[in-house]
T-cell receptor
Framework: GAVVSQHPSRVICKSGTSVKIECRSL??????MFWYRQFPKKSLMLMAT?????????EQGVEKDKFLINHASLTLSTLTVTSAHPEDSSFYIC???????????????FGDGTRLSIL | SQQGEEDPQALSIQEGENATMNCSYK?????LQWYRQNSGRGLVHLIL?????REKHSGRLRVTLDTSKKSSSLLITASRAADTASYFC????????????FGSGTRLSIRP
């Protein structure tokens, strides 16, 4: 079945560091990918929708300059947490939707997440 | 808030018992989906029920949908220890129903 690979799975770094997380669709093309953030024992909160070849669409309250998203190809989207601080520590999950258009019944596949810890 | 509501927030049952989780949502939908998340992992799609369906089965899973009440339930029959996970309902939002928005989730624990 369709696989989404997310890398790295875990990052521990010092405050002020910028961290890049990659999300790849391995056996399908994805014009749209999504980035979620999840706090412990909480649900996934959609941060932004990443569109291949165009700017990402951010949800209300998400800082564009803090969370940089690049979707340069049909199989890769990256999320960069710039100048990370302890409050940015969280579990970040990406997902990719197969195909284009007719969204309502297109399957969405999730990566295994990245646990980011900022010291 | 992005989220719909799910109840219970946490559920602990004995292995072999049935587990029922409920989800309520606020907007009209084309379909509703249920996902499972093992601790510290990504989400796995379990089942999709369309708005014109009332019930759907997949193995030990049974999902119901009541669009008049804007609610859905997920029943896991004959639970197993491996069913321990968090379960989320999800609906599509935004222009062209392009975004999946998750409910608050139910943490299910199966006692051996």
């Amino acid at each position: 079945g369709a696989v989404v690979s997310q890398h790295p799975s875990r990052v521990i770094c010092k405050s002020g560091t910028s961290v890049k997380i990659e999300c790849r669709s391995l056996d399908f093309q994805a014009t749209t990918m999504f980035w979620y953030r999840q706090f412990p024992k909480k649900s996934l909160m959609l941060m932004a929708t990443s569109n291949e070849g165009s700017k990402a669409t951010y949800e209300q309250g998400v800082e564009k300059d803090k969370f940089l998203i690049n979707h340069a190809s049909l199989t890769l989207s990256t999320l960069t947490v710039t100048s990370a601080h302890p409050e940015d520590s969280s579990f970040y999950i990406c997902s990719a939707r197969e195909g284009t258009g007719g969204y309502s019944n297109q399957p969405q596949h999730f990566g295994d997440g990245t646990r980011l810890s900022i010291l | 808030s992005q989220q719909g509501e799910e109840d219970p927030q946490a559920l602990s049952i004995q292995e072999g018992e049935n587990a029922t989780m409920n989800c309520s949502y606020k907007t009209s939908i084309n379909n509703l989906q249920w996902y499972r998340q093992n601790s510290g992992r990504g989400l796995v799609h379990l089942i999709l029920i369309r708005s014109n369906e009332r019930e759907k089965h997949s193995g030990r899973l049974r999902v119901t949908l009541d669009t008049s009440k804007k609610s859905s339930s997920l029943l896991i029959t004959a639970s197993r220890a491996a069913d321990t996970a968090s379960y989320f309902c999800a609906t599509l939002r935004g222009s062209s129903a392009s975004k999946i928005i998750f409910g608050s989730g139910t943490r299910l624990s199966i006692r051996p």
